[in-house]
Each structure stands twice: as C-alpha cells, then as structure tokens.
T-cell receptor, first 115, second 114 residues
C-alpha cells in the first residue's frame, strides 16, 4: 500500500518570501512518481511539478522546486518569491508502478500568503 | 487546447435518487480517471479507464457506483440510490495513456445529497 503524509494543515508565508511544504511517502515500489498539485478555492487541481524516483536531479518548474530526498522518503515542495495568488491548498501525490496508474494523495496543506 | 471539462458543475439531489456526472477529457487522451474528494481531504481514486475499458475499478465504494466510457472519450459516472454520504466533489482527470504521464484534472462536480 502507498501512503502520503502532509503534516502541515496550514502555513503562512510573507509575500516575496520562500516557503517549504512538507511531504513524506511510504511505498514498497522500486519505481514511482511524485507530484504536487495546487487547488485554489475554485476547486480545480492544477499540476505543478513531477519527480521520478530514478531522477538524479531535483525537479524545478519556474518558482517551484521539489526537494527530493529518497532515503528519507520525502518530497518537499519549495515555492520561491511567494505571491498572493499562491494562496491555495497544495496536495502531494504519488503513483507507484505496481499500483496501477492511480494517484494516492496526502491530506493537503493550506498555504496563505500575507501581503 | 481545451482542458478537461465536467458537467454539471453543481448537482443537488435528494437521497435515493439517481445521478449522472459527465467528464470530457483532453482530446487525444486515452486514459481517464475518476476521483472523489470529501470536504477537507485529498482526492481518493475511484476508477481508471484505458480506452473504453475499466482497467481498475478498485476504488468504487460499492455497487451503487458505476462508470462507463463507451467510445473511449467522454465518461459518465453513475450513482444509484444516492446517500447523504455520497456528497463530495467528483473530479475527473485524463492523461495521454503512458503510465509515466501526468494526470490533468477538470474543475469537478460538487454533488450534494439532501
């Protein structure tokens, strides 16, 4: 079975500062993928960034980067230069190769950016 | 191109009624997924289609839930004899079909069972 844990129910960050959202995972699969999605109040899940378990370098997409520490089974999302529009729920998710193509999601972190 | 679309955006029904939720995936995407998101939680997997067939329906909670994708494009999630506990946001996602591909989500259907 796969499990995703997000231990921060809510986070505040000052506009223009960086913030790290934590994600730890548990799986018996040797090959897997890790995803981060943003869900604004409108409800749509917006894909942010992907990290494959065999990728040697941390993934980056614009202001988003994924701090992947395989031995610790963590895949933290770092958002640099926070903007007011970053206020939303953020979900970490995993897809294991032996578990079909389904995504397993964590419980989410609500990020609030202060002006 | 257009993203994943879902209709209706909101659905209010009474306990015991039948509902259908529709998902129109990104054009050309062969894989389609349904998830359910209860208030304050992350989405939970329901069913996955590859083409017209359900490749994995292990997430369907019981036999009141059923989904079809007859032509390999649009999918309909059907819920019979709705219960108050079925109230949730139903999310649809699609991907190009490769197991390594990212799933792109629609805006969801908010279902409220009174």
């Amino acid at each position: 079975a796969q499990k995703i844990t997000q231990t921060q129910p809510g986070m505040f960050v000052q506009e223009k500062e960086a913030v790290t959202l934590d994600c730890t995972y548990d799986t018996s699969d040797q090959s897997y993928g890790l995803f981060w999605y943003k869900q604004p109040s409108s409800g749509e899940m917006i894909f942010l960034i992907y990290q494959g378990s065999y990728d040697e370098q941390n993934a980056t997409e614009g202001r988003y980067s994924l701090n992947f520490q395989k031995a610790r089974k963590s895949a933290n999302l770092v958002i640099s230069a926070s903007q007011l529009g970053d206020s939303a729920m953020y979900f970490c998710a995993m897809r294991g190769n032996n578990a079909g193509n389904m995504l397993t999601f964590g419980g989410g972190t609500r990020l609030m950016v202060k002006p | 191109g257009a993203g994943v679309s879902q209709t209706p955006s909101n659905k209010v029904t009474e306990k015991g009624k039948y509902v259908e939720l529709r998902c129109d995936p990104i054009s050309g995407h062969t894989a389609l997924y349904w998830y359910r998101q209860s208030l304050g939680q992350g989405p939970e997997f329901l069913i996955y289609f590859q083409g017209t067939g359900a490749a994995d329906d292990s997430g369907l909670p019981n036999d009141r839930f059923f989904a079809v994708r007859p032509e390999g494009s649009v999918s309909t999630l059907k819920i019979q004899r709705t219960e108050r506990g079925d109230s949730a946001v139903y999310l649809c996602a699609s991907s190009s079909g490769s197991s390594a591909e990212t799933q792109y989500f629609g805006p969801g259907t908010r279902l409220l069972v009174l």
